[in-house]
């Protein structure tokens, strides 16, 4: 079984500031591991994943994550953020052996202060 | 359609009322997954369809819920006997095959608010 912790509930930073989402993870097998971003009103949209290869992964809207096996954490990157990045964020794991489900974290709501 | 489609948007019932959700995923995709979103919480997983066939229903709460999805596209979250308990957003996702290779696209959700 997988499980996910997103250590922070709320995060509120300012317009342009750097921010990183802190994600980890636990589970007995490897995982396939994501970041779903949810509007307000809308429904979840992926807005990168981690499935293999570089630990660096690129995602929509300039955010970036990075894949630590050794601490377990994908946690979420954008240099820069924007109003239009308040939203709510859930880090996200699957398992690589045929369970096809996503386990998701409690959930961080970024706000943006201008 | 474009994206995953859910109706109702939003459902008030009776406690003890019996409620059907409904979801049409993207045309073409075989797998099909229904989430439940309490206020506060991250989705948590209810059940999985490939195809026509529940491949793993292990989230389903109890026996008062069900959902088919008999010719392989529409799917039907079925509750009967609603709690109070149940009150939440239900959320559906498609994919074209499995997780892992490919993105799942959620729907915008229905949310049951059992009075």
């Known amino acids: 079984a997988q499980s996910v912790t997103q250590l922070d509930s709320q995060v509120p930073v300012f317009e342009e500031a750097p921010v990183e989402l802190r994600c980890n993870y636990s589970?007995?097998?490897?995982?396939?591991l994501f970041w779903y971003v949810q509007y307000p009103n809308q429904g979840l949209q992926l807005l990168l994943k981690?499935?293999?290869?570089?630990?660096l992964v690129k995602g929509i809207n300039g955010f970036e994550a990075e894949f630590n096996k050794s601490q377990t954490s994908f946690h979420l990157r954008k240099p820069s953020v924007h109003i239009s990045d308040t939203a709510e964020y859930f880090c996200a794991v699957s398992d690589m052996e045929g369970a096809q489900k996503l386990v998701f974290g409690q959930g961080t709501r970024l706000t943006i202060n201008p | 359609g474009a994206g995953v489609s859910q109706t109702p948007s939003n459902k008030v019932t009776e406690k003890g009322k019996y409620v059907e959700l409904r979801c049409d995923p993207i045309?073409?995709?075989?797998?099909l997954y229904w989430y439940r979103q309490s206020l506060g919480q991250g989705p948590e997983f209810l059940i999985y369809f490939q195809g026509t066939g529940a491949a793993d229903d292990s989230g389903l709460p109890n026996d008062r819920f069900f959902a088919v999805r008999p010719e392989g596209s529409v799917s039907t979250l079925k509750i009967q006997r609603t709690e109070r308990g149940d009150s939440a957003v239900y959320l559906c996702?498609?994919?074209?095959?499995?997780?892992?290779?490919?993105?799942?696209?959620f729907g915008q959700g229905t949310r049951l608010t059992v009075v």
């Open positions: 045309s073409g995709h075989t797998a």
């Open positions: 981690y499935l293999s290869g570089s630990t």
């Open positions: 589970s007995s097998v490897s995982v396939y």
């Open positions: 996702a498609s994919s074209l095959i499995a997780l892992g290779d490919t993105e799942a696209f």
